[in-house]
């Protein structure tokens, strides 16, 4: 029972800040500057602080960032075959959605989640950000290049990697940790402070974007790309994770990324580049509710 309650404060922020939203107690035109400031200010602030002052060994997270990569890439294989389904009338905006819905992670759920149920569990993400933002971010361009009526050159992803919060973020703190910089304490404290409020912040705007409604757009794309990343994905990080001998804390980290619902850049990205932001936005409604369901119960497993 303590494991089941142990997302109940997840949900209840969730719940916060749909109510929020709502209720128009913060209006919903105002929420898109509150995310903003969660990925573009506070999130990134946390992740200087966490990598700079982490332990990243290879000795102790190689397995670790080696299962990462390797879920991924089968993750992003299964999620390329859904383009050859027989008579499954999935045309390219449809499919690039699904794509992106089973790649994508949400690091505002899954860093409090982290925080929630594991000690030490903000350096884990870390890596796990440092790993897989990069990676996915260029993946998901090339698809919806690729598959989209928006086509991408060389340049414009390097671009969109580069003006990335969190990739900076990363790049930040990686150099102040492998040049062994540490930051001056006003400094850190400062980071402290904002990081605090951060994966607070992050999870009520994750809440306010959720739609009631959505929940009973169902059809069977939405149920594939509801499953793709807080059931299958998080499996095949399991499976990866007992391959390579990781211990309980790290597969569990790796479940929180895998189980995590998509990051709702995807959203934007999608109209952007051609995609179905509508497909996009149902199926990341039910990888919310899916993932709290999820989650306890590989917490009892692995923990």
Not at 69 to 85: C, E, M, P, Q, Y
Not at 108 to 131: K, N, R
């Amino acid at each position: 029972m303590s494991l089941a309650l142990s997302v109940l404060p997840l949900l209840l922020i969730l719940v916060a800040g749909y109510a929020l939203a709502k209720s128009d107690i913060i209006p919903r035109t105002q929420w898109d500057a509150i995310e903003t400031l969660s990925f573009r200010g506070l999130i990134p602030a946390t992740l200087i602080l966490a990598i700079a002052q982490s332990d990243l060994s290879l000795e102790r997270f190689g397995g670790f960032g080696l299962a990462l990569v390797g879920t991924l890439a089968v993750i992003t294989g299964l999620a390329l075959s859904l383009r050859l389904l027989p008579n499954a009338r999935l045309g390219n905006p449809a499919f690039t959605s699904l794509f992106q819905g089973s790649i994508r992670w949400n690091a505002f759920v899954a860093l409090a989640a982290a925080e929630q149920f594991l000690s030490g569990g903000l350096a884990l993400m870390a890596v796990a950000i440092a790993v897989l933002i990069p990676l996915i971010n260029v993946t998901c361009i090339v698809v919806l290049a690729a598959f989209g009526p928006s086509k991408a050159s060389v340049s414009k992803v390097l671009s969109t990697l580069s003006r990335n919060p969190l990739v900076q973020a990363c790049v930040i703190g990686l150099t102040l940790n492998l040049g062994g910089i540490s930051l001056p304490v006003p400094l850190a404290e400062a980071f402290d402070m904002i990081g605090r409020g951060a994966l607070g912040v992050g999870l009520l705007a994750v809440g306010a974007g959720i739609s009631l409604r959505r929940l009973t757009r169902l059809d069977w794309r939405v149920c594939l790309g509801a499953f793709m990343r807080p059931v299958v994905a998080s499996c095949v990080f399991v499976a990866m994770g007992l391959l390579l001998g990781l211990s309980g804390v790290q597969i569990f980290a790796g479940v929180l990324v895998f189980a995590a619902p998509a990051a709702s850049n995807g959203y934007i990205v999608a109209k952007q580049m051609g995609g179905d932001a509508n497909l996009y936005a149902d199926i990341m409604t039910w990888q919310v509710v899916l993932s709290l369901l999820v989650l306890p119960m590989w917490a009892h497993i692995l923990l």
